[in-house]
């Protein structure tokens, strides 16, 4: 079928929502479907064999976002998609769903991103209550042109499910296995990365993601603090500076710790990124607004144990007590102890790295984006039963 992908998120920016658009864009034609990607400028024009259209954007926070302007719907009937896919959508996509919508044309909208908790985060007291009902408000008219919404993760269901959102159902994310392997432990590229990084045989604790305030880093404070680690940050972001420095702070103010200081290697993709999962022995996350948590699946698909908050996306992730732990993020101090059972026992740490591999053998890309064309067969059951002559 003729697929039209609609991101708010692509190629140059490096996030969840531009990976899960590469890879399922990939699958998807290697299945034989045609496919066109809509994104914010400055995408690249191709995307191997797939043309991308692209539309103005404006910065937001480091991020482009992208404007939906009239060449969005030119892209759109010039394609004339039997599906349309909207990626975490907010200002294009939710223009896509109306065009879907008003053309009777089945499409299917990807949860990904909880604007609402973000909104509330940053803007305080009762202007940040509004500021998120007022998205939820925009949500759920956004999601009802859809005729399926796709949720990564049981919490978030149960949140859109609580907000009026219509028609949800669950679809997780894949991972590629061709990349992150536990193979890398032997890349000479990865043992030499680990020897600069543990110079005196430190346990590493790695984090993965993008340096900004909704991540909640400050928890990473309590990793820094642990005798005999190092944590190593993977990522780039507005919060690069604010982070560097609480860390810096606050292995200093360790007392009997050598002076550790923790090492930013800034963003990393492919090969690299895969080396520097292999060099970690504990994977941590810190951010409880996670609708899913895509690195947590590619940490375990490097056999790590993972190390998450109880809340979110990770709950379904992480096994507690078999393929890592999920620590109370209300409790200061619960990830440091999570962390530290890890730490002192490295047999601990194998072990649990194996079930997590076990874990996430089956959720392959493939596999994943096999799922979601039943969800695009669904949503077009569904465009019938909702058409205005089906009233």
């Known amino acids: 079928m003729r697929v039209a992908i609609v991101t708010e ?37 191709r995307f191997g064999e797939i043309r991308v259209a692209t539309c103005p954007s404006v910065s937001v926070r480091q991020f482009p976002t992208g404007l939906p302007t009239p060449g969005l719907r030119q892209a759109l009937e010039d394609f004339a998609p039997e599906v349309v896919h ?38 305080p007291g009762r202007i940040g209550t509004r500021a998120s009902n007022a998205a939820w408000r925009w949500i759920r008219r956004m999601h009802a042109h859809a005729d399926l919404t796709l949720a990564p993760s049981s919490a978030t269901i149960e949140e859109l499910r609580h907000h009026g959102i219509p028609r949800v159902e669950r679809w997780r994310r894949g991972v590629d296995h061709s990349l992150f392997s536990p193979r890398w432990r032997g890349d000479a590229g990865a043992r030499e990365l680990r020897r600069a990084l543990s110079p005196a045989g430190e346990v590493l604790i790695g984090y993965v993601g993008r340096l900004a305030p909704e991540k909640e880093l400050h928890r990473l404070a309590e990793a820094a603090t642990i005798p005999g680690t190092r944590l190593v940050i993977v990522g780039d ?74 809340r979110g996306g990770p709950i379904d992730l992480v096994d507690h007590g078999r393929s890592g732990y999920l620590f109370d993020p209300d409790r200061p101090g619960a990830l440091r102890e999570a962390a530290a059972t890890l730490v002192a026992d490295p047999q601990l740490r ?17 596999a994943l984006t096999a799922e979601l064309v039943g969800h695009y067969e669904r949503a077009r059951v569904t465009r019938r039963a909702r058409a205005p002559h089906a009233a």
């Open 237 to 310: 972001g507005p919060a690069r500076s604010e982070v560097g420095a609480l860390l810096t702070e606050a292995v200093a103010d360790t007392p009997g710790r050598p002076n550790r200081t923790p090492i930013f290697l800034g963003q990393r993709c492919g090969d690299d990124l895969a080396r520097a999962y292999a060099a970690f022995d504990v994977f941590v996350h810190t951010g409880t607004r996670e609708t899913f948590g895509q690195t947590l699946q590619e940490a375990a698909a490097m056999g790590l144990p993972v190390v998450a908050p109880a």
């Open 350 to 366: 194998t072990s649990m790295g194996e079930v997590g591999l076990a874990r996430i053998a089956q959720c392959s890309w493939g």
């Open 86 to 123: 909207v990626a975490s959508p907010f200002v294009l996509g939710a223009r896509a769903l109306q065009w879907a919508d008003r053309n009777q044309t089945p499409a299917v909208a990807i949860y990904q991103t909880d604007v609402p908790s973000y909104l509330a985060q940053h803007t």
């Open 9 to 45: 998120s692509f190629l140059p920016t490096l996030n969840g929502v531009t990976t899960s658009v590469c890879r399922v864009s990939e699958q998807l034609y290697a299945g034989g479907h045609d496919v066109r990607i809509v994104a914010p400028a400055p995408a690249p024009d």
